[in-house]
């Protein structure tokens, strides 16, 4: 009774629930650019930080998959973009984003990307001078690096990041590589995991880092230890086009004040988050004062009494 006491006990203490986010088909143009496509995707906030850290940032990502590549997205609103290539320092120290998957049948297995060949990889090439706004920068493939392509574009201090992860890259711990039937039929799912590391120059001595799960408390970082890490379900449904971006708002980025070329005469302005920010109704012209907002990125939503007309996304300085 003992010996199946602690078979018990133990079994308990791998099972774990994951933090789950579905992933749907959709295939976008590695350019940068959080173009159209992304639009009707949903953004999972990064709102948790690595152990004692404060980064100054505030991010999302984004996820769709095809027959060939996982894409995943990072939208980072910086206060000081100060990466690797301007610093000096090692890359793993300074801005960009990291993201990992676990493609094991057996998610809980106390590894990570840190004991290479084990089905655990992270992509995280980083920023490098005079390659901002340049698509498709090939990835190198290794045991522990999936391949793929980069494209990443600054605005002001802040930056959006693509990646496309090359689905046949990555193999399991057992050196079964993947293919689309294999990686949606997981059993437990994909594991994965994004981190955004995060320095300000002269005012940071260490990296600073938000993260989507792993190294909350006393976690371990993704590196060493996927455990808890969340999951994507690889979906076989399209999203769809839900008219973001069908109006068009200038200047952009906005100062004080901004015109949508629309008939409408209310607005809603969303965070980055989701979170109503901003309505605005009874309004008589083109121009909306949005003086009120602080710096960043937001959608903006505009109607017709209330019937939606559509929206765009502005960048406020």
Partial sequence: MLFISLLFVAGAAIAQDKTNVDVFTGTVTIDGVEEEAWDAVEAVPFVLNFQTEVPSVTAYWKAMWDETYIYVLINVEDDDHYPSWESGGNSWEY?????YFDVNDVLVDEQGVSA???????????????SYDTPDI?????EQAPGGKVAYSLTGESYVYEHAVEITSMHNGDAVAMDVAKITTLPENVGFDATVIDQDQDVTTARQRTIWQSGDGTENEAWNSMDASGTITLKQTAVKNVGVNTVAV???PVNNYMSITAKFDKVVINNVLGQEVMTMSNIKNDYVDVSG?????????????????????????
Wanted: net charge positive; glycine share 14%.
């Fill in 250 to 252: 200038y200047p952009n």
């Fill in 95 to 99: 801005d960009k984003p990291e993201i």
């Fill in 138 to 142: 090939a990835c190198t493939v290794s």
């Fill in 293 to 317: 907002l602080s710096k960043g990125i937001y959608i903006v939503k505009v109607y017709k009494g209330e019937k939606y007309i559509g929206a765009a996304k502005i960048n406020k300085n």
């Fill in 116 to 130: 290479a060949g084990t089905g655990h990889y992270q992509l995280s090439p980083g920023f490098v001078d005079g």
